[in-house]
Structure formats: C-alpha cells, structure tokens
Antibody
Framework: QLQLQESGPGLVKPSETLSLTCSVSGDSIRSNYFWGWIRQAPGKGLEWIGSIYYSGSKYYSPSLKSRVTVSVDTSKNQFSLRLSSVTAADTAIYYC????????????????WGQGTLVTVSS | DIQMTQSPSTLTASVGDRVTITCRASQSISGWLAWYQQKPGKAPKLLIYKASHLASGVPSRFSGSGSGTDFTLTISSLQPDDFATYYCQHYNNYVFTFGPGTKVDIK
C-alpha cells in the first residue's frame, strides 16, 4: 500500500529557506508517476507548488517558480522541496502527493497524498 | 491564466439529498479536471479524474460530468460521511490549478 510521509522543521524564520522531504513507501519513486508538492494556508484552499519525475524533469507553479526547488533521491525513495526567502504568507500545511501525469496515464491529478505537515514562518 | 471558480461556496443539505457542485473555468478547457474531497484535519482524497472517471474505491453515488467551461460533481444521495469540502483541479500547459472549494454542511 502506497504511503507518503512528509518530514522537516515545523518552524522557519522569515527570509530563510523551508526544506521538506517526502518519503515514499509501497511504490518505487522510479515508477511512471510524477511526485508533487501542494500546500494549504490555514483556512484556505489548495495550491500546487511543483512536481518532479525521477529522471529529473520538473515543473513549478509560475507564482512560486523563482523560489522553489524540487529534487529527487532515488536511492532513498524520497523527494524534497526547498522554498527560499519565506515570509508569513508561506505558513501552510505542506502535502506531498503522487502525481498522475500523462495523456495516456490517463490524466493529470494527484491520486495519493501524505498526511501533511504544518510549517509556520515566524521569528 | 485560466481561473477556476466553484459554486456554491457553501451548501447546506440533508442526508439523502442529491447534491450538485459546479466548477467553472474562465475559458474553455480540456477534460483534464479532477475532484477531491477534504475533511477537517485530513489530506484531500481523489474522487473523480478526467472529468467523469471514478477513482478507485470511491462510492458510486459520486459522479462527474461536464465539458467546455462547466463541470459538475454530483452526489446522488448524500451520506453522513460526505460532509466535507470539495475542490476541483484543472491541468493546462504544465500548470495545475485548484478551485476555491465548496463546503457541504449538514442541514
């Protein structure tokens, strides 16, 4: 059974870099899926951050592109998120998810999610 | 950029009611639309993909339809477990956009 688990600091100072890791079990990160990050500010809706394929192909939200890096570690079956120059507006629950991506897959959606981790940006 | 809206933003209904939620795009989009259910404190759960395809394990009372700019999620007979917030999500040109959500409350 596929499981995704986010990990990382729950508190980050303004202007610093937020770093999270998603550990995948029950599936190989080399399988035919992208792996994505989505966030949800307190009481707000969902926002896609970015997604990566194990080969390194990656795509980012245009609104966050200048500050986001997503990477993958196939040896550990993990993928990671780095968000630089954070402000209070980056306070959110961050989810990692398996990302179906392809016209023949079929579809472009997130079919399995981690439980999410709250990251607060505060001094 | 394509903007997604949902209506209503909040819906109050009773167990057994037929419920319809609409997701509207600012311009005509392909059928790459998904629906998710989210309960408080939990991660979203995929219900529908490619506008009308039921995700694995999702009860058949959920259905999706639509094309062009208007898409709908229908719950044929609302159950106690269905009170939650529902989000649509669209894909276009390497960008994924979620709608603002529709909260389904108990009457």
């Amino acid at each position: 059974q596929l499981q995704l688990q986010e990990s990382g600091p729950g508190l980050v100072k303004p202007s610093e870099t937020l770093s999270l890791t998603c550990s995948v079990s029950g599936d190989s990160i080399r399988s035919n899926y992208f792996w994505g990050w989505i966030r949800q500010a307190p009481g707000k809706g969902l926002e896609w951050i970015g997604s990566i394929y194990y080969s390194g192909s990656k795509y980012y939200s245009p609104s966050l592109k200048s500050r986001v890096t997503v990477s993958v570690d196939t040896s550990k079956n993990q993928f990671s998120l780095r968000l630089s120059s954070v402000t209070a507006a980056d306070t959110a629950i961050y989810y990692c998810a398996r990302h179906v991506w392809g016209y023949s897959s079929p579809g472009f959606h997130f079919d399995s999610w981690g439980q999410g981790t709250l990251v607060t940006v505060s001094s | 950029d394509i903007q997604m809206t949902q209506s209503p933003s909040t819906l109050t209904a009773s167990v057994g009611d037929r419920v319809t939620i609409t997701c509207r795009a600012s311009q005509s989009i392909s059928g790459w639309l998904a629906w998710y259910q989210q309960k408080p404190g939990k991660a979203p759960k995929l219900l529908i993909y490619k506008a009308s395809h039921l995700a694995s394990g999702v009860p058949s009372r959920f259905s999706g339809s639509g094309s062009g700019t208007d898409f709908t999620l229908t719950i044929s007979s609302l159950q106690p477990d269905d009170f939650a917030t529902y989000y649509c999500q669209h894909y276009n040109n390497y960008v994924f956009t979620f709608g603002p959500g529709t909260k389904v409350d108990i009457k």
